[in-house]
């Protein structure tokens, strides 16, 4: 079943019906001022931190959903009907309420159409302003003169940290003091203390927001939520838009909400045009300047399209077009806006992700710049080099770094019981893409600290954290496992040992002989890598091979995870696909270790974390009993590691199988079958119920997963082979056979360049010549030999 389709031309996702199976999200704004919203008009709106600035209310989980949100309330004075310009939380009939969104890129219009009325309602944040705005426009589509009014609701929080909000009653109850200035509602709490800004995590002092409208005059207010709903009432039928009138309530403690009156008289055909404001600061001050600002709806309209520009600006490095045209959609827009929202946000701010993690997690959020490295370089370096400084001297890192609290060189460290075994080792994926993106080989050498004392180069960071693992190796020579090895549900141990996180080592090591060879004069760093490495490459061969696939971990007491000899869990998916991305696997291995992945872990709604789940283990060996079978790390489509597998099979050669793969578990697949997927068709999922689990195939948890970044990486880098070099740009195709080839232009390091594939034979791989701009040319495009606008045509064979 569609609930909509791809907008290619105009960059959004057209949802046509508003009963989507689950609430259908998007983003507004930036990591200053943020807000989700869904596709009917929910949500939640945050300055800085969605746990620790959370100003609107939004109860997650809840029925129905999307409530509370950003309602306007439409009535018709003469009929007394009324409705909203979203479908919910009215909820009129679906035969005579007709409703589309438009979810684009950074902001989403809503448009519907009751009763011979049509509303238009555009919410965004415009560049640079630490407010929202709701462009609206209502038109009278009917012969006769009309007579409506309008009113908007917010439902405040009475703290701006969310568990005093939701859990210290006998505190926020008693914090709220709404007043009304000039028509512009001040959202005050702890208005007796003075603000502090130079601390944001200060949650007593007083903060004040304001919700203001331009291009209409406001004829009555209410700030007290049981006055303007009633008592009980809920959203869907409140009593001041039954009655037909606010009552101008003041609240003075318990719950504050943002309601404005306004009134519209529209001849037949006529409209009339209006925008809410709601932002951060007092209305006196912050909210008369925002209204003065955006008075002029042409104002308005261009603040609009700068947000537009803006982001569509930023999906412009990189385009392709192949014979698949959903993957084209979401190649081309919404798989590159998906990492750049994680990007912002890590794992703090959605619908799911409500509050109870802050800040940045680091081994996400490291994970996360890869998809965005392309896109927005300069901002994901300064993100890069945050991270780094939230390393410890030790070589371990913080589990979390707060970006609005963040002290270089002056963190505590954490202690030895708490760090994770991969945090610090996902910086050799990033950092190198970063230095062969930009082609400034001079990053190594920056100095920046450690987050508890000291400081070293980027070069000294990273052989910190191989020797961090180094360190720490258990008896079968192999890295100790500690808190968790990114599968948070395997029990290792401190002392146990892990061979993802081996297979991570062992990568990291290849690639610190790489640079150190890329810089010469390191040849002593050099020879000592490549000693630990072949080191590791023995204890790897002699412990962790299983006979057709790698085992997983060892804990201290002798269980084997991902082992044959085991009734559940028997084969993991991670140990397989990073056996060949780290260049461990030799051919005959990696052959034996994909076909296992394949007929074990494989379904048609992507690949297994393992199998079979755990409904017998210890939980104290392993926690994913936890979880029902199929769901989460207990056998689910864990969709953070689908990108893996895509490079892992074009690596060995297999466009066939990674393509195949692809389609699994790309969402833009689900497109015309939403009704099993459930979850937004435009987004990845952290992960799919898996063919164990009734609710096969559905998916949960959108937008903030790493699925987005490793996905776009393998997709690009691996399937497309378009990848980027320290002295140039790559193009090496893995394809599938059928398709007689592609093109994409790639904007690199300044240049242009115009890339058409072709695939006369239906090979899966190999190039057989190459030509730039008419010349033969093979291997790496060196960027001192391309012009500024290159044409570049491989043909495969």
Known sequence: ?????????????????????????????????????????????????????????????????????????????????????????????????????????????????????????????????????????????????????????????????????LLNLQYSAYIVNMSVNDGIIDHGTNVSMAPNPDDFQDADQGRHTFLAISGADVTGYDTDRERFLGAYRSYHNPLAVERGECGQSLAVADNGCGALQIDIELEPGASSSFCVIMGIGTAADEGVKARQKFSDMNAVEAALEEVKQHWHSQLGNFSAQTPDPELNSFFNTWNPYNCLITFAWSRAASLVYNGERDGLGYRDSVQDMLGTLHSIPEQAQARLELMLTGQVSTGGAMPVVKPFAHKPGHEPRPSEQEYRSDDSLWLFNTVPALVKETGDLSFYDKILPYADQGEDTVLGHLKRAIEFSLARLGKHGLPCGLLADWNDCLVLGHDGETVFVAMQLRYALATYVDICELKGGLETE?????????????????????????????????????????????????????????????????????????????????????????????????????????MKENGAVFCHTQGWVLMAEALLGNGNRAYEYLRTFMPAAFNERAEVRESEPYVYCQSTHSKYSPRYGASRLPWLTGAATWAYHGTSQYLLGIRPCYDGLLVDPCIPAHWPGYTATRVFRGKVFHITVENPSGVEKGVASQQLNGKAYMGVLKIDDCEEENQVQVIMG
């Not at 809840?62 to 009929?79: K, W």
Request: proline share 5%.
């Open 1 to 165: 079943m569609k609930y909509g389709y791809f907008d290619d031309t105009a960059r959004e996702y057209v949802i046509t019906r508003p009963d989507t199976p689950r609430s259908w999200t998007n983003y507004l704004g930036s990591t200053e001022y943020g807000a989700i919203i869904t596709n009917n008009a929910g949500g939640y709106s945050f300055y800085k931190s969605a746990a620790q600035g959370r100003f609107t209310r939004y109860r997650s989980n809840a029925v129905p959903m999307d409530q509370p949100g950003r309602n306007i309330y439409i009535r018709d004075q003469e009929s007394g009907d009324y409705w909203s310009n979203a479908w919910q939380p009215v909820g009129k009939p679906l035969e005579d309420y007709k409703s589309e969104c438009r979810h684009g890129t950074a902001y989403t219009s809503i448009t519907s159409d009751y009763s011979e009325i049509k509303s238009n309602t555009t919410y965004f944040v415009p560049l640079g302003e630490t407010n929202e705005l709701w462009y609206t426009t209502i038109t009278n589509t009917s012969s006769r003169r009309r007579k409506l009014r309008l009113f908007t609701y917010v439902e405040y929080t009475c703290s701006w940290k969310l568990a005093n909000d």
């Open 526 to 630: 050099s020879l000592w890598a490549r000693e630990q490495l072949d080191d590791l490459d023995k204890n790897l061969d002699c412990h962790a091979w299983d006979g057709a696939w790698y085992r997983r971990a060892f804990r201290v007491d002798g269980f084997v995870f991902g082992s044959s000899e085991s009734e559940e869990a028997s084969i993991f998916l991670n140990p397989q696909t990073w056996s060949v991305i780290s260049g461990h696997a030799s051919p005959e291995k990696a052959i034996l270790a994909m076909q296992s992945v394949n007929e074990r872990l494989a379904t048609d709604a992507g690949l297994m974390v393992l199998d079979p789940p755990v409904t017998k283990l210890d939980p104290a060996i392993m926690r994913a009993r936890l979880f029902n079978p199929g």
